[in-house]
């Protein structure tokens, strides 16, 4: 069990776009702007995609958009690649100095 | 480029201590704003933040694994440690250590150390 929830497994054709979701609570996702999101190729370290809700990292594609409304952040990937085919995990900072981390989203594209 | 890398014992004996070390290259353990944590990820799972170091060494878990972690740096070193006391099967995974920024994101990684709890 997992403090944020996002679904299991999401997929989609190439050049489509996509949506994974992200919900948490009025103590972490919906109290701050916090939210960072985490690529993972198999056998691969995460790599931070997004932070901060809605910043990309320096060398991030542009494909990738983060958003939050109240306790729901949202991690959007748009023209989809063969290369986005990964474990996608979002994280937020949470009341009492910790950070918590969903339950990750396969994405396979089709 | 930072580096983080880390290092320990790749099999410990269930009720023992799992004991790992992480070595940062081209940064330092010092850096202000700089916290530098654990996280792991069981095998065919979800990773969890297991705790953080700060700058000023001031130290934050995971409350429903506190009461057995503890941090502690080395700035002689540059390294940062994890401690586990009492593990079990459900303390193997791949253990990450990492860098965040403010504790809001992680945006460094180490390869990852696979810990395997066996007797």
């Known amino acids: 069990q997992f403090d944020l929830t996002q679904p299991a497994s999401v997929s989609e054709s190439p050049g489509q776009s996509i949506t994974i979701s992200c919900t948490g609570t009025?103590?972490?996702?919906?109290?701050?702007?916090?939210v960072s999101w985490y690529q993972q190729h198999p056998g691969k370290a995460p790599q931070l995609i997004i932070y901060?809700?809605?910043n990309r990292p320096s060398g991030v594609s542009d494909r990738f958009t983060g958003s939050k409304s109240d306790n729901t952040a949202s991690l959007t990937i748009s023209g989809l690649r063969a290369e986005d085919e990964a474990d996608y995990y979002c994280?937020?900072?949470?009341?009492?100095?910790?950070?918590?981390f969903g339950g990750g989203t396969k994405l396979t594209v089709l | 480029q930072l580096q983080l890398q880390e290092s320990g014992p790749g099999l410990v004996k269930p009720s023992e201590t799992l004991s790992l070390t992480c070595t940062v290259s081209?940064?330092?353990?010092?850096?202000?704003?700089?916290?530098w944590g654990w996280i792991r990820q069981p095998p065919g799972k979800g990773l969890e933040w297991i705790g953080s170091?700060?700058?000023?060494?001031?130290?934050y878990y995971n409350p429903t694994i506190n009461s057995r972690v503890s941090i502690s740096r080395d700035t002689s070193k540059n390294q940062f440690s994890l401690k586990l006391t009492s593990v079990t099967a459900a303390d193997t995974a791949v253990y990450y250590c990492a860098r965040h920024t403010a504790m809001t994101r992680t945006d460094y990684w180490g390869q990852g150390t696979l810990v395997t709890v066996s007797s």
């Open positions: 901060d809700v809605t």
């Open positions: 994280s937020s900072y949470a009341t009492g100095d910790t950070v918590i």
């Open positions: 081209a940064g330092s353990v010092r850096n202000n704003n700089l916290f």
């Open positions: 170091i700060s700058y000023t060494g001031s130290t």
């Open positions: 009025s103590s972490d996702v919906g109290a701050y702007n916090y």
